[in-house]
């Protein structure tokens, strides 16, 4: 399927014109006319524009069917924000005492507990 193919059906089922997507979009009609005949290729941003304008779920410009396709059963994959120590579980509670008790502690011991830890981490 090329995108400017499902573009240009979707609008004409709309009984849209292309001077309406224009309005609709604030995209030049030459654009629009370019990208319905497979001249340039669009960004998503400039394909989500035309799903609002077009008055349909993003969805619809890649797919053909009246109901979302099945979405495949994949594992979960973990975010970077899971992967990192100290966001969950016994590492994030012993992060959570430490920051507390560096809060009361001298700026220079600060420091000092900093430098060896960066002495430590190097080895």
Known sequence: MI??????????EKK????????????LRCYI???????TVPAIETLEKMARALEV??????YDGEEPPELP??????SADDI???SSGKEARLLNKFRRLM???????????LYMAQKMATR
Do not use: C, M
Not at 103 to 113: M, Q, S
């Open 3 to 12: 995108i400017g193919d499902r573009l240009r059906a979707l609008r004409e």
């Open 16 to 27: 849209f014109s292309q001077g309406d997507i224009e309005k609709r979009t604030g995209l």
């Open 33 to 39: 006319s370019r990208v319905e005949n497979g001249h």
């Open 57 to 62: 779920p993003l969805y619809q410009l890649f």
């Open 73 to 78: 059963n994949l594992p979960k994959r973990k």
């Open 84 to 86: 990192v120590w100290g």
């Open 103 to 113: 809060g009361r502690i001298e700026e220079p011991d600060r420091r000092l507990l």
